[in-house]
């Protein structure tokens, strides 16, 4: 499974919805994952940290949601969102 990680954009929302020893998890389980840029920031994590977990970090919110088959993140999706969910994608979040 390809494994998307896209950054938080919900006001005052600064966790992310995996951390490098969760991806590292699923990298070894065979998934790909891919981190937005400066997806674990306001969570004090570095790009660095998902790179050394074998991660791919990618430049834009839309080419995270566009490559993944699932979304994992900490919120319900919002607005701005919306336009980017596939037909068929998994949205995992934290209610």
Do not use: S
């Amino acid at each position: 499974m390809i494994i998307g990680v896209p950054k938080e954009i919900k006001t005052r929302e600064y966790r992310v919805g995996v951390v490098p020893a969760g991806a590292k998890a699923f990298v070894t389980a065979g998934h790909k994952v891919f981190i937005e840029r400066g997806a674990g920031e306001g969570a004090g994590i570095a790009d660095a940290e998902y790179v050394r977990a074998g991660c791919k970090v990618l430049a834009k919110a839309d080419e995270v949601w566009k490559r993944a088959e699932m979304i994992i993140k900490v919120k319900e999706p919002v607005e701005p969102e919306y336009a980017r969910i596939q037909n068929g994608q998994v949205i995992y979040t934290y209610f």
